[in-house]
């Protein structure tokens, strides 16, 4: 048992889990049984956001406390983008070392390596243990992306001197079969983009050479962040620890093991979804083999919301019956609309905190300054609200308003209402299938009477609207590149 009285804090951050995909936000035909037992034993959070509709941006907002939309570099990047959090500035991990919590991330990173060009047979530098991670054990980018292999403190593992990894985004390798020239050679097909290397059977974006030996087994990687993530704790039970479990699910390619092969009825994003909630089970059972699960609080949320067909046929949209990924939420992963953002989020601790629900207004972006007040640091971020007694389940009192982003458009939320400037672009990506939220004027939607974003109030109720802008320009400023010529009427 731990003699401490600082508690343990682990974040399991989920990949395009939708609003609707967890049973305790209203899936019916999906079960999730270990997510449902910490929502229903902690706070279930209505309204809580991830910063935008994609990865990277949420990923950096949850480990910095600062907006993505204030990092140019915090979009989509591919494996070999360089680390796009400076390494000088104050992460969440860090203030956890500083108070003096052992900090770990295992699973998905997907922020960037290196300061350019990264040579993947030295040692890898900046990575996650310059930014105040201890330890970690990650993928670098998206399950998706090359290099398709795991990287431990920085040196991928499992690599032969004599078969050296070489990665480009631009050109394939001479000689190098692709997902494009080599459907033959393919277990799972891509729809749009995924064109270049073959990793497993299945086609990646970007081109890969070299690294046979280090290569990851899809099928293998839950059990495999998930052992890390338990070793984790239980080589660090002695003292506070702070660990990111960045699970890969239900991110494309979607790659049960067989044990959950067929076990949702979904296809593979239904079967994902169960294994992640398996994993979820098993970690929790050894914090509580450890004694531990009385002093660690546990957040569970997703980086961005839910999307079927994201570039592979794997059957997600084939399979989907009556099952509503983003419950009654509008748009998807990508969308400017509500289901781009708005996640399950689920604070749990056992013995602290009390079972309840809440609507109070959240986001990940306030994690940095809540925990901080936790564990007794003085340290805060701006954008990041000091939310501790909602998180806690205390207060129902949570923040006032959020900017919304998505792929580097923003929006604004304010007690009910969203607003959701005008914006050039298609209005829905075919490929995917979402609407992005890409409105000829100004949208105004009332949240509580209107979850759906099916009424525009925008013109009948042209107070608000002007209160709303006015409330976001302040925050955001006016340079956020909505359509120049459309003026507010
Ligand atoms: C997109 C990919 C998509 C996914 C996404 C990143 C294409 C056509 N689509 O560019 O498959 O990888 O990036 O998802 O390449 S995220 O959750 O990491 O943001
Ligand atoms: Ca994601």
Request: glycine fraction near 10%.
């Amino acid at each position: 048992k731990q003699e401490k009285t600082l508690p343990n804090i682990v974040i399991i951050y989920a990949d395009d889990l939708g609003y609707g995909d967890v049973g305790a936000y209203g899936a019916k035909n999906l079960p999730t049984p270990n997510m449902d037992k910490l929502a229903n034993g902690g706070v279930r959070f209505t309204i809580g956001y991830a910063t935008s509709a994609t990865c990277s941006p949420s990923r950096f907002a949850l480990l910095t406390g600062v907006y993505p939309w204030r990092n140019k570099r915090a979009k989509i990047l591919p494996g070999t983008a360089p680390l796009i959090i400076d390494v000088n500035q104050e992460t969440l991990p860090k203030m956890l070392k500083q108070q003096g919590y052992a900090t770990g991330i295992v699973g998905k990173w997907h922020l960037g390596l290196g300061t350019g060009k990264v040579n993947w047979n030295e040692h890898i530098s900046p990575g996650p243990n310059e930014v105040g991670f201890d330890y970690s054990y990650i993928m670098a980018a998206t399950q998706d992306r090359v290099p398709t292999v795991y990287i431990e403190n920085g040196d991928v593992l499992g690599l032969e001197a004599d078969d050296p990894i070489e990665i480009n985004y631009a050109e394939n390798f001479e000689g190098e079969p692709t997902g494009k020239d080599n459907p033959e050679m393919l277990k799972m097909k891509w729809h749009h983009g995924h064109t270049s290397s073959i990793v497993n059977g299945i086609p990646r974006i970007g081109f890969m050479k070299g690294g046979e030996k280090a290569k990851w087994v899809d099928e293998n990687m839950a059990d495999t962040f998930l052992v890390r993530a338990q070793q984790y704790v239980k080589s660090h039970k002695e003292e506070p620890f702070f660990l990111y479990y960045a699970l890969q699910q239900p991110h494309v390619p979607r790659t049960p093991h067989e044990r959950f092969v067929g076990t949702s009825g979904m296809g593979p994003r239904g079967d994902v979804i169960v294994e992640a909630d398996w994993c979820i089970g098993k970690f929790i059972k050894t914090l509580e083999a450890e004694g531990l699960l009385e002093n660690t609080l546990i957040i569970l949320t997703s980086d961005n919301g839910p999307v079927l067909n994201d570039g592979y046929y794997d059957d997600a949209v084939e399979k989907i019956g009556d099952h509503k990924v983003a419950g009654a939420l509008r748009g998807g992963k990508y969308s400017l609309f509500e289901a781009g953002t708005r996640v399950p989020f689920i604070t749990y601790w056992k013995g602290t905190i009390e079972p309840t629900t809440s609507d109070a207004l959240v986001s990940q972006v306030d994690f940095y300054s809540s925990l901080a007040n936790l564990v007794g640091s003085d340290s805060r971020e701006n954008d990041s609200e000091d939310l501790l007694e909602v998180f806690m389940g205390k207060s129902q009192e949570g923040r006032s308003q959020l900017i919304l982003e998505a792929t580097t458009r923003t929006a604004f939320r304010q007690g009910d209402w969203a607003m959701i400037p005008p914006y050039n672009g298609p209005k829905v990506n075919k490929q995917v299938n979402i609407e992005l939220g890409n409105l000829d004027d100004y949208g105004l939607y009332n949240l509580k009477e209107d979850i759906g974003q099916q009424q525009n109030l925008a013109a009948e109720n042209s107070e608000k609207l002007k209160e709303m802008i006015a409330a976001f320009e302040a925050i955001r400023g006016t340079d956020y590149g909505k359509t120049e010529q459309l003026e507010l009427k």
